[in-house]
C-alpha cells in the first residue's frame, strides 16, 4: 500500500512495502520467530543472564506472551488505509530524525533554555529506555499475526520495551503542558487550545504504536514511566539543586561531561540478541555532552553571544534557519566523520577496532542465514562510540557557538 522508508539518523532509503490488512505487508511475513529478537526459549536468555535480570524478564513475559493474539484482534477492528497511512507518518514526529531537526530551533530563535531542558529530556529518556530494551529483551509483538506498519526496518529489529517514542512524547508532552499551564501571558481559551494539540499529539504517538503493531500495552506503559521520571529528575535537579548554576568558571567542566557521557555509554547493558537502539543512546547523550561543552564555552569565551527574540530582532529571525540548518548538515554529514575518525586514530592514537567488529558480525550473519534467527549480539566497535559520540556532540556546538556567531556577523 505504501513505500516503507529506512532511516538511520538523517539517511533515507527506499526498501519495503507495507501496510494493514488491505493490501501489501509493510515488512515481509517471517519465516521463523526467531528472526526477530526476544523470542527466544527461556534457555536461550537463562544462560547468558544475571539470576535476577532472568527473573525481571521471566516476570514480564507474562504481560508479551498474549500480546500479539489480542493487538491483531485490535488491529483488524479498527484498521483502515487513512488510519495506516495516518499513523505511518506520524510516528516521524518522534523519531530521532524529526527531534534532531526541531531541537535547535528554541535556540535560534532566541530560547536557549528551552533547548536545553529538552535536550536532558529526550537523551536520558532515549538513554533510560533503550538501557532497559537491553537489560529486558522482551520481544515486540509478533509478526504474524500482528501486522507491522512502518518506515523503519532499523526499528523493527529492537527488542519491544519500553517504547522509546512513548518515553520521549511523553516527556515534551508534560514539558509543554506545565509551560502553558505556567504562562499568564496566555489566554484561558488558548491554553485550552494548545493544551489540547500537545494532548491530541500525545495521544497520536502513543496509540500509534499499539495500531501500528509495533508495541505492546507493557511497552507502552514502561516508555510512558520512563518519559515520566527523566521530565521528573530534570526538572528537580533544575529547580532545586542547580538553579542558576553557571558551568563558565569551572575549567574541568567539560572533561566532567565528555567523561560522565562515555562513562555511562561504556557501562550500558549488554544485550542477548544484536539490537540497535544503543545507537540512538550514543547520539543522544553526545548530544547533551555537546550542548552542555557549548554552553560553557559560551559563558567563559562569548558571554555576550546569544540570539535575539522575534520582540527583540523583529521577522529577521525567521531567516535563521535557512543559514543554520545547511551549517548543522555540513557539520553532520560533510565535515564530521573524516574529521573525528582522523582525530582519533591518527592524533589521539586509539585503535581503530573496526575490523574486528566487522568480521564477528559477519559472522553471526553467517549463522543467520544458516540457523534462520536472528544475531547474537556483537556490539559497536569501540572507536565507533567514541567518534559517533563525539559527532553528535558537534552538532549541538555547532547549535548553540556557530550558527550565533554567524547571525551576529551578517546581522540576523
Known sequence: MVASVTMESTKIETPVVHAGNHGSHVLPSNSSLLLDPGNHS??????????????????????????????????????????DLYFLYTALLGSHTFYVLFLPMPVWFGYFETTRDLVYILGYSIYLSGFLKDYWCLPRPQSPPVERVSLSKYTTEEYGAPSSHSANATGVSLYFLVHIYKADFITLPLKCLFASLIVFYYMTL????????????LDIVTGCLCGLITYATRMILRDYFFTDFKSGPFWW???????????ILFKHVRPIDECPCFGDSVAFIGVASGYECGDWFLQRVLPSLECGKYTDDGSKVFLRP?????????????????????TLIKIIG?????????????????????????????????????????????????VTVSCPYVFSLIGL
Not at 539470576?51 to 513475559?61: E, G, Q, V
Not at 502513543?206 to 500495552?217: K, S, W
Not at 551549517?327 to 573524516?338: E, H, N, P
Request: with cysteine; net charge positive; charged share 20%.
Open 42 to 83: 527461556d534457555d536461550h536468555f537463562k544462560s547468558k543472564m544475571s539470576p535476577m535480570r532472568f527473573a525481571i524478564r521471566k516476570y514480564l513475559t507474562q504481560y508479551t506472551d498474549t500480546q500479539s493474539t489480542y493487538l491483531a484482534s485490535w488491529q483488524q477492528r479498527y484498521s483502515t488505509k487513512f488510519r
Open 206 to 217: 502513543v496509540l500509534g504504536r499499539l495500531y501500528c503493531g509495533m508495541h505492546g500495552l
Open 253 to 263: 567542566f567539560p572533561i566532567l561531561s565528555l567523561s560522565w557521557g562515555l562513562f
Open 322 to 342: 535557512f543559514i543554520a540548518v545547511p551549517m548543522v548538515l555540513i557539520w553532520k554529514s560533510v565535515v564530521s566523520k573524516t574529521l573525528v575518525y582522523n
Open 350 to 398: 586509539l585503535k581503530d577496532d573496526r575490523s574486528i567488529t566487522m568480521r564477528k558480525r559477519q559472522e553471526q550473519q553467517d549463522l543467520v542465514k544458516k540457523n534462520n534467527e536472528c544475531a547474537g549480539h556483537v556490539g559497536e566497535a569501540n572507536i565507533d562510540i567514541v567518534a559517533r559520540f563525539i559527532i553528535y556532540m558537534g552538532i549541538p556546538i555547532t
